[in-house]
């Protein structure tokens, strides 16, 4: 059974920086695209990021294209999500998820099938 941990999140100011962890165990990481989303207050969850299985494919949201930048290391069964140029509009909880099948890649939350407790990011104006 996959098991994804998250952590990192905190508050910051605006113009700031935070990186997220996502530790997966389980099943065979190198194998399965990993992504990113984040539900602010009061609005759906949304995607943020996805990184393919070999790490050469990313894929990131218009609004945060440019300032976020989603990586993953193999030893480690991590995948990480590096947070530059914080806006208060990047307040939420964010979510590290799997991929429900071996060599999937999406950006759609149904083709995501294990998703971790999530971590929240508050950016202060």
């Known amino acids: 059974q996959v098991q994804l941990v998250e952590s990192g999140g905190g508050l910051v100011q605006a113009g700031g920086s935070l990186r997220l962890s996502c530790a997966d165990s389980?099943?065979?990481?190198?194998?399965?695209?990993m992504g990113w989303f984040r539900q602010a207050p009061g609005k759906e969850r949304e995607f943020v990021s996805v990184?393919?299985?070999?790490?050469?494919?990313?894929t990131y949201a218009d609004s945060v294209k440019g300032r976020f930048t989603i990586s993953r290391d193999g030893a480690n069964n991590t995948v990480f999500l590096q947070m530059n140029g914080l806006k208060p509009e990047d307040t939420a909880v964010y979510y590290c998820?799997?991929?429900?099948?071996?060599?999937?890649?999406?950006?759609?939350?149904?083709?995501?099938?294990?998703w971790g407790q999530g971590t929240q990011v508050t950016v202060s104006s």
């Open positions: 998820a799997a991929a429900k099948f071996a060599f999937l890649y999406a950006t759609t939350q149904g083709a995501f099938g294990s």
């Open positions: 389980g099943r065979t990481f190198s194998n399965y695209a």
């Open positions: 990184i393919s299985w070999g790490a050469g494919s990313t």
